[in-house]
């Protein structure tokens, strides 16, 4: 793999590296803003972030609070760059919704988006006609787990 | 956050000059503070109702740590999941199922 100047994050890898200090989405997420890759982000995937972190079910479950959520905002807006014109460029009929990130990852030039999502992640697979157009279109943009990441940016550091 | 009062001293003539004793153990630095920035930091604190030696030190910790007050927040998050008897993996799978649900929701809404 090429070096991995831009990178894009899923809101679950936000919410990971939110909950678990030692986790891999953390110190991914440490590496990456002790590092000189760029991490973007879009007003799209902090919206869904707010949207879940503002949600009933998490809420109530975690027993998280809105001053939790704020300084995590807070955290994210001052470490990433973010793109608020994002051109559609890539349709994926399994989950329209994943097809954000694909977009931002191409309009920054990004060669690694950071998932836990398992539609996302299935883009991976060649044997699916919809892997094989995604890797067909963008051969140069790969979609890997935390841990994936943090093992490529560790041997890039 | 709460910042020991004996961690940090500063020089009488602040504004211009400050001198930091992180803890005999650690470090001792002197910095000077040029303007516009001492007004800043006067400013800030005054805003925040805090000292200057705390507005410092918080931006230190900030750029070096920018965890630190995240993780004193969300302690009560993590001993709740704890308590839940639920693994990072769990809590994470649980989030992503809440976010399918609420897209699946949007999409029928017609949004």
């Known amino acids: ?157 | 956050m709460s910042i020991p009062r004996h961690r940090v001293k500063l020089d009488a003539g602040f504004l211009r000059v400050v001198s930091l004793k992180i803890g005999a153990h650690t470090m001792s630095i002197h910095v000077e503070i040029p303007e516009p920035l001492a007004g800043q930091v006067t400013q800030a604190a005054k805003t925040q109702g805090k000292t200057p030696e705390d507005v410092v030190l918080e931006t230190i910790q900030t750029r070096f740590n920018a965890f630190a007050r995240l993780d004193e927040l969300m302690a009560p998050v993590r001993q709740r999941i704890a308590e839940l008897g639920e693994t990072e993996e769990d809590v994470v799978e649980f989030f992503e199922k809440v976010k399918h649900e609420k897209r699946q929701e949007r999409r029928m809404a017609g949004k």
């Open chain 1, 1 to 157: 793999m090429n070096v991995i100047d831009h990178i894009v994050f899923d809101c679950n890898v936000y919410f990971q590296a939110a909950i678990s200090p030692s986790g891999p989405a953390r110190r991914l997420l440490q590496v990456v803003l002790d590092g000189p890759t760029v991490l973007f982000a879009s007003e799209y995937i902090l919206a869904e972030l707010a949207s879940l972190t503002s949600d009933a079910r998490i809420q109530t479950k975690y027993h998280l609070t809105t001053e939790e959520v704020d300084e995590f905002f807070s955290l994210i807006r001052r470490h990433a760059t973010l793109v608020t014109d994002v051109p559609h460029v890539f349709e994926f009929p399994r989950d329209p919704d994943d097809a954000h990130y694909v977009d931002l990852a191409v309009s920054v030039n990004a060669k690694l988006i950071v998932s836990r999502d398992k539609d996302l992640l299935s883009l991976r697979d060649d044997t699916t006609p919809e892997g094989q157009d995604f890797i067909r279109r963008f051969p140069q943009l790969a979609i890997l787990t935390p841990p994936e990441a943090l093992a490529i940016l560790d041997a890039q550091e």
